[in-house]
């Protein structure tokens, strides 16, 4: 969706324009100062798995209990593991014990019994459970669709000069672009996304979720050749 507001640039409008603007420029130079927003949406491929690991063993097995934490993370989804937070105590009892959280980004189909899974690698001793499933978009799709954004002002900025221009029979040229107002994401409540990701890897038809991301521009068209 676009949106798009022009206001004539006239010398009472001219104190509110950002002091970056070339003020003394306009003033010998009329042009058009135009509000512009676009937005996109940010698809998530894939979902963002996170694990808690409760385990519990004698000091000399503690490299044991490592590789077996380590090799149940990789059967739950073989993909790259990241340990976000890392526990060492001792219990009562003498026993070296260890909570470990862990997450991962997944594809889809290894959800479909990911909580059964976590279960059945478990043991006494050791308890793997999921600790939330998030479907929210990564960083590298947040700015993919935040320059589709922009790049959809971009054009958009050409489109009204070219319009003022045939409107008002100036010639006008894009000068500036400032973007004021990025990145709104629009969530969808985790719990929800959870079950829906679930109940998709089980085999229920894909239903589409994202963030809706937008971006507010100002723009100035400039008339004349100058820089």
């Excluded at 676009?2 to 006239?10: E, G, M, P, S």
Aim: hydrophobic share 45%.
């Amino acid at each position: 969706m676009k949106r798009v507001f022009v206001f004539f640039l006239f010398l009472m409008t001219i104190p509110s324009i950002s002091p970056a603007i070339d003020i003394e420029l306009l003033k010998k130079e009329p042009g058009l100062i135009l509000d512009l927003s676009a937005e996109a949406w940010a698809k998530a491929e894939k979902a963002r798995l996170m694990v808690s690991v409760s385990a519990a063993t004698r000091d000399e097995d503690i490299v044991a209990l490592r590789a077996e934490i380590l090799k149940a993370l990789s059967s739950l989804s073989n993909t790259e593991w990241h340990v976000t937070s890392y526990g060492r105590s001792q219990d009562s009892a003498g026993l070296t014990r260890l909570e470990i959280s862990a997450e991962t980004r997944t594809d889809e189909k290894i959800l479909a019994d990911i909580y059964g899974q976590a279960k059945k690698l478990s043991r006494a001793g050791m308890q793997i459970s999921i600790a939330d499933v998030d479907y929210t978009p990564d960083l590298s799709e947040r700015e993919k669709a935040l320059s589709e954004a922009r790049k959809q002002v971009y054009a958009l900025a050409v489109e009204e000069a070219e319009r003022s221009g045939a409107a008002l029979r100036e010639s006008y040229r894009v000068w500036r672009v400032d973007f004021t107002q990025e990145q709104q994401p629009s969530f969808l409540p985790k719990a929800r996304a959870r079950a829906m990701a679930v109940d998709e890897a089980a085999g229920a038809p894909e239903m589409p979720r994202g963030d809706l991301i937008r971006v507010r521009a100002t723009v100035i068209l400039r008339t004349g050749a100058g820089q």
